[in-house]
């Protein structure tokens, strides 16, 4: 049974999740223990508001900071937490974790040298392989993001694999894996399929703390995106 103090503080999350300025409801969030934040933040992976599930993504990377900067096991233990809600064992889907993942992991390199392999492998068919389709979205969103910290950190198996994914039936992994290039300094015109160059397809994508409505093909063509998409 949920506690009555647990309720309110869901609510209390929700809440602020919904206010329109992210370093206010940052900051609002911090006030909340980290043990209780945990819990509500994954919670919120969940809803089918798309908006607020970034948003507790997004909440979700501070927090994973603060806890490596007060005490770094802390820290493991919840970037264990996200890759079990990965493992089919788990009885659950993992929606969001690999975005999480990629959100904690491009602010602590610490956690990075640790868990960066792992982020990347479950875009590996020879790896942790995540078979399923929105999930794979997550994957190159967790990617992306992550390259934005530490573009060195893309070698060419991922590189490879990113690519393949500009070929996607699925405009959403078009536009994720345009990302991840752009934001690993790694988008070149030559290689590039000309038919991204030309994709018509718009896209929600979030972006600090809100979503803008672009198309494939703009983003393509636009070297400075990072500072729209990152």
Known sequence: MTRPYGRRTKKKVNQILQGPLRMDALNQLELIPDEQLIGHLF????????????????AMGE???????????????????????????????????????GQILSKCPELAMEFKSILFSYLDPKGNFLEHEALQRGVLWGIGTYLKAAPKDLNKTIEGLIFSHLHSFDPIKRCYAV???????????????????????????????????????????????KKVIA
């Open 179 to 225: 990302r991840a290039l752009l934001n690993a300094d790694n988008f070149n015109y030559c290689i590039v399929p000309e038919h991204i160059m030309t994709d018509p397809e718009e896209i929600d994508i979030f972006t600090d703390w809100n979503f803008i409505k672009t198309r494939i093909s703009d983003i393509a063509h636009t070297w400075d995106a």
């Open 43 to 58: 919670s919120h992976f969940y809803v089918n508001d798309e908006l607020i599930k970034f948003r507790s993504i997004t």
């Open 63 to 101: 927090l994973g900071l603060r806890l490596a900067t007060r005490q770094m096991e802390k820290a493991r233990i919840l970037m264990r937490r996200i890759m079990w809600n990965l493992n089919d064992e788990s009885g659950g889907i993992g929606w969001g974790s690999c975005e999480a993942m």
